[in-house]
Nanobody, 124 residues
Framework: QVHVVESGGGLVQAGGSLRLSCAAS????????MAWFRRAPGKERDFVAA????????YYADSVKGRFTISRDNAKNTVYLQMNSLKPEDTAVYYC?????????????????WGQGTQVTVSS
């Protein structure tokens, strides 16, 4: 079993930055691909970014490409999402997820362990 806990959300003005963190338990964290998803009000949960277990490859939704960066520190069992040039449409609850298979994926159904989410609100 893997537990993931997100932190770092908050209220920020458009154009600002936030860094989300995801702390995961488990000695095998370094073997799990990790991802961030988000759910905006009234919408389904959407893929944001993913990173392979080694951190050598990353994947992004078109809507965040060039603005968001996913990274990981396996020594700290932590994944990060650096969000720059934030827009009001980035407002959502952001979820961290871990996958129990050593291949990264961009679909919600591919991930096995989820955090409770952290709220990000971008004001215009």
């Amino acid at each position: 079993q893997v537990h993931v806990v997100e932190s770092g959300g908050g209220l920020v003005q458009a154009g600002g930055s936030l860094r989300l963190s995801c702390a995961a338990s488990g000695r095998t964290f370094s073997t799990y691909p990790m991802a961030w998803f988000r759910r905006a009000p009234g919408k389904e949960r959407d893929f944001v970014a993913a990173i392979t277990w080694s951190g050598t490859s990353t994947y992004y939704a078109d809507s965040v490409k060039g603005r968001f960066t996913i990274s990981r520190d396996n020594a700290k069992n932590t994944v990060y999402l650096q969000m720059n040039s934030l827009k009001p449409e980035d407002t959502a609850v952001y979820y961290c997820a871990a996958r129990n298979i050593m291949v990264a994926a961009t679909t919600e159904a591919a991930y096995d362990y989820w955090g409770q989410g952290t709220q990000v609100t971008v004001s215009s």
